[in-house]
């Protein structure tokens, strides 16, 4: 049995943006392989899954928006690979039951009805990769806490891979588009059924601009981000304070990493003048509150 220290995971952690970007070169090198390209474009996911939650961790974010998550994704586009639209396969699709019941025996090992098990491939293997994660201290596989879905009908899709004049990837066909939405579609309707009915939703594309669609992004997380900023304003902690006192600022400007690392490698690019800051009133200030919204606002005014 390995022993997973909390340094190895903090390595892990930083490597695996590293690792999502190389992952996402070779899924794009082995698009046309539907036995390959699925492996590493989940390698790809899973490892931005990793990077998002240690992110967030490392930060203490109330809030990260990721660009997909793997288990919703690979819900979505399992049926491009397994049963390809564009291959004449037209066994019927699962339901948003179906779907809901693999997100309960991923996350919480509840059976799948017998009569859901025959529409599914083989789970065990996710459900095994799960547990390992769990095990090793890695976030890498988990549910959002709410999820938007920007569709964007398949003949539009057509029309703008089209226009930008480079390879056509296999998948990338209006049959397979229109499989992968409707089965996006259904992951989403069975995420509402296993988180909540509020937790999901929907922005058709059709006729928004890019400006328009953050626009529509920004009210639907409204709610959710006054709600951050109403516990903020109820703590009496200003907007912006990270938390770090003035004796853990003064703790940082004496670690041997930032005395040896920064400023006697920078010594000479310009790092000499940072000592002398603290000397004025202004760092004395930032020493004795901290890293707070105050203080930061008067240091730029």
Excluded at 51 to 69: M, Q, T
Excluded at 130 to 155: H, M, N
Aim: aromatic content about 8%; glycine content about 6%; hydrophobic content about 40%.
């Amino acid at each position: 049995m390995g022993i997973i220290s909390r340094r190895n995971f903090i390595l892990t952690a930083c490597r695996s943006p590293r690792l999502t970007t190389r992952f996402k070169k070779l899924a794009k090198r082995l698009v046309d392989s539907r036995r390959l390209y699925p492996a590493f474009k989940i390698a790809q996911m899973v490892t931005q899954d990793i990077a998002a939650a240690a992110l967030a961790k490392r930060y203490h974010a109330r809030v990260i928006i990721s660009d997909g998550n793997a288990l919703l994704s690979a819900t979505g586009r399992a049926a491009n690979y397994l049963r390809a639209a564009s291959d004449g396969d037209h066994k019927p699709a699962p339901s948003a039951e179906d779907l809901r019941a693999v997100f309960s025996y991923i996350i919480e090992g509840t059976p799948i009805p017998p009569e859901t098990q025959r529409k599914l491939p083989r789970l065990q293997r996710a459900r095994a990769i799960y547990k390992l994660a769990g095990d090793l201290g890695l976030r890498a596989v988990w549910l959002p806490d709410i999820v938007i879905f920007l569709d964007l009908p398949p003949e539009i899709s057509i029309e703008r891979i089209a226009s930008r004049g480079k390879k056509v990837d296999r998948h990338e066909n209006l049959a397979d588009l229109a499989q992968a939405r409707e089965m996006y579609l259904k992951s989403l309707e069975a995420f509402a059924r296993y988180r909540s009915a509020d937790a999901s939703y929907r922005i058709p594309l059709d006729d928004l601009a890019p400006g328009e669609t953050i626009g529509a992004l920004v009210e639907k997380l409204r709610p959710y981000l006054l709600a951050g900023r109403e516990e903020k304003i109820a703590s009496e902690e200003p907007l912006g304070t990270s938390g770090r006192t003035g004796g853990a600022m003064r703790k940082t400007a004496l670690d041997h990493r930032y005395l040896i690392r920064y400023l006697l490698a920078k010594w000479f690019r310009g790092a000499w003048r940072e000592p002398t800051f603290l000397f004025s009133s202004l760092g004395r200030l930032f020493l004795d509150e901290g890293y707070s919204a105050g203080v930061m606002r008067v240091i730029y005014d």
